[in-house]
């Protein structure tokens, strides 16, 4: 009984002792002090043992589709690279003073399973400056950082600034002059050099439906798409930190510079079977009246009759986006306009068979620019389209 009350009564001491420097201001919280090495053990071990805990269950898709290693590049370079470096990329200085300094990347990918990595991007870790994914609904965007990291680690440094970079990738070594300079002086030119590096500079998009087309799409449709974003009514990890970030004005530029752009068509994909296209565009002409789907062709086209123009052109889209699209719709995680709810009844009532004739169907006419504009219909109407 002695040595419990002794026990106890260090106990209370140590406390009490802990308190009085936590209340005298004596605990440093510097960050250039750094972490005494038990402390610094102990938050790791803490982290790796929740991580490891919390990600059991998680079911992996495949993580080889060049289009999700592509899109994950994207994001890569303009969230984290700053922090944990990449192929040929340096930490920033900033984030080597942070206490804990954030790992470079590379070389530490192969200690992490991929749903531990899924989980630490999709949740962030406390007390390490690890945001969480902006975006929690969009798991697959989660997967496609992951599936980014997966391939990084053996990566050459050309090779990652071709994914991340695209058209961009060479242009640091060119030399800094007023030429290459003149371009800033329109505040939209490194916002559209952004962009970019994604839609690519005819605003086809990179990528087998990696990133959709922009070009020839509504300009109403592009600045309704492009404020959801920004107010997060549409979600996407990638997209609404860069739209919030974005005055009104140029959120209106960008949209009438894409909507300006001809259409365009990539080719390349292999062309499904016929009987796919056959089936899809029956779907699209004639929906399926007896479960309520209308007909597609109604509010996306083709059609040489005007248009809502909140509705998106989808002729010439990749296939591999339409049909994320569709996914989307299906489990509520898409929207962004009044329309929204039309699109995700419709799209509930589709089997994933249907959803893919569609989707191939549509990738496989040519692109088409918004047609004529029209005054929007109702959002109550019956023969409403999509977001």
């Known amino acids: 009984m002695r040595v419990l009350v002794a026990i106890a009564l260090m106990g209370a001491l140590a406390g009490l002792g802990g308190f009085t420097l936590v209340s005298l201001g004596l605990v ?11 402390t610094a053990w102990v938050l790791h071990y803490a982290m790796r043992r929740a991580v490891n805990t919390q990600s059991m269950g998680i079911r992996v898709p495949p993580l080889d589709d060049p289009a999700l290693v592509l899109k994950g590049a994207g994001h890569y370079h303009t969230g984290c690279v700053a922090c944990h470096g990449g192929p040929g990329q340096r930490q920033s200085l900033i984030a080597r003073q942070m206490t804990p300094e954030p790992p470079f990347l590379p070389s530490r990918i192969a200690h992490w399973e991929p749903q531990e990595l899924f989980w630490i991007v999709r949740n962030g870790v406390k007390f390490t400056a690890m945001p969480s994914w902006p975006a929690r609904q969009r798991e697959d965007e989660v997967w496609a950082l992951v599936a980014f990291l997966r391939a990084m680690p053996t990566m050459s440094s050309e090779r990652y600034r071709q994914l991340a970079l695209g058209e961009r990738a060479g242009e640091t070594a060119k030399p800094v002059t007023p030429d290459h300079l003149r371009p800033l002086q329109d505040p939209l030119g490194p916002v559209l050099t952004n962009c970019n590096r994604c839609h690519a500079a005819d605003g086809g ?8 087309r922009l070009a020839g799409q509504s300009e109403a449709y592009l600045l309704g798409t492009l404020q959801a974003y920004a107010k997060g009514e549409r979600h996407s990890g990638i997209m609404q930190p860069i739209a919030a970030g974005l005055e009104p004005e140029v959120l209106q530029a960008l949209a009438s510079h894409y909507a300006q752009l001809p259409a365009v068509s990539r080719t390349g994909a292999p062309m499904p079977r016929s009987a796919t296209l056959a089936e899809g565009q029956a779907l699209a002409e004639r929906g399926v009246p007896e479960r309520g789907v209308p007909s597609c062709a109604h509010c996306h086209g083709p059609k040489s009759s005007p248009r809502n123009p909140m509705y998106p052109t989808i002729a010439g889209q990749y296939a591999g986006y339409l049909k994320q699209q569709l996914e989307l719709f299906t489990v509520g995680q898409r929207g962004g306009s009044e329309y929204a709810h039309v699109m995700h009844s419709a799209a509930q009532r589709l ?14 006419l040519p692109a088409q620019s918004a ?11 019956p023969n409403s389209g999509g977001d």
């Open 205 to 212: 998009g990179r990528g087998e439906g990696a990133f959709p």
């Open 28 to 38: 440093s919280v510097s960050a250039s002090s750094g972490h005494w090495p038990a």
């Open 351 to 364: 089997t994933p068979e249907q959803m893919q004739a569609l989707a191939d169907y549509y990738a496989s």
């Open 371 to 381: 047609p004529a504009l029209a005054e929007p219909s109702p959002a109550s109407s």
